[in-house]
């Protein structure tokens, strides 16, 4: 009887470990996951490192081992700009690519804006850690590439863009509202923007701490409405203000490249360039 007890325990514990290393097995596999490769890097003769931003999962670092050899039929689809279903498997920090899927065409983004995707690419990677789920930033992301080759405005796309990166990271631009009185914005008022205070009035105080911009130029990007020229110009310098706070110190090398390959200024890199990025 106690032999019949013992061996029904035994084969119950069994069971017991089969589905929970079936449960752990599922922990680590992820499969058809929307995503797109921000960065490549090789990794072997035959393999290549990836970073990618998933829709669920946020960043994640892949190996995708043997992409390189010629019967490969996914190195194709693993550059950037390409919407993709990818799936994965691992619990450490770098997982292995196990299979790949293109959704749609390659966005082509030529001449300087291929810059412009690379900027973005680049604050993904700066600014987020990984496997940190951003779905309403991946929305964005996918939005910003697609929009990005044949949109008159790009500028516009990105300033949006950068809007919905701050707010992710929990530092969303204040567009409502005067931080000093709470005023609602007046579009016909300059104001101060603070950092880490927000729009106040520029005749309250002076502006040695933060950046100039018109009310008009706020209520612009809240809404995201066309861009003038004085919203381009005031936006871009104010969301320039708000990232950079957050790169602790750190240039971003799309912007470098941009200004040596554009503006032809070598040894000036510290300066912004007044185009796109």
């Known amino acids: ?19 929970t ?17 921000l960065h490549q890097r090789a990794y072997s003769e035959t393999s290549l490192l990836l970073d990618i931003f998933s829709e669920r999962h946020g960043r994640v670092a892949l190996i995708a081992k043997g992409v390189k050899q010629k019967k490969s039929r996914i190195l194709g689809i693993l550059g950037p700009f390409q919407e993709i279903l990818c799936s994965w498997s691992g619990r450490g920090e770098i997982k292995t690519l196990t299979g790949a899927d293109a959704v749609g065409r390659r966005e082509y983004l030529g001449g300087s804006r291929i810059f412009c995707g690379y900027y973005i690419n680049e604050l993904i990677l700066r600014m987020l850690h990984r496997e940190e789920p951003h779905q309403a930033l991946f929305e964005a992301y996918r939005l910003a ?5 044949d949109d008159a405005d790009v500028e516009r796309t990105l300033r949006i863009f950068e809007k919905h990166l701050l707010r992710e990271l929990g530092y969303g631009l204040h567009l409502n509202q005067d931080s000093r009185d709470s005023s609602l914005i007046d579009p016909d008022t300059v104001y ?19 950046v100039l911009v018109h009310g008009e130029s706020l209520l612009a990007l809240r809404d995201e409405q066309a861009f003038s020229d004085l919203h381009r110009k005031e936006l871009k310098r104010l969301t320039r203000f708000a990232i950079n706070e957050n790169l602790d110190g750190k240039r971003l090398r799309s912007r470098d490249m941009f200004y040596q390959l554009f503006t032809g200024a070598q040894g000036k890199l510290h300066t912004v360039s007044e185009k796109n990025v």
């Not at 009035?201 to 502006?207: I, K, T, V």
């Open 1 to 19: 009887m106690v032999g019949h007890l013992i061996q029904a325990h035994f084969e119950n514990l069994v069971i017991w470990n089969s589905v």
């Open 145 to 149: 590439i697609q929009s990005i080759p």
């Open 192 to 210: 101060c923007y603070v950092r880490q205070v927000g729009p106040i009035a520029a005749e309250a105080q002076g502006c040695e701490d933060g």
């Open 21 to 37: 290393n079936n449960d752990m097995d599922e922990l680590r596999r992820v499969f058809n996951e929307r995503a797109y490769v």
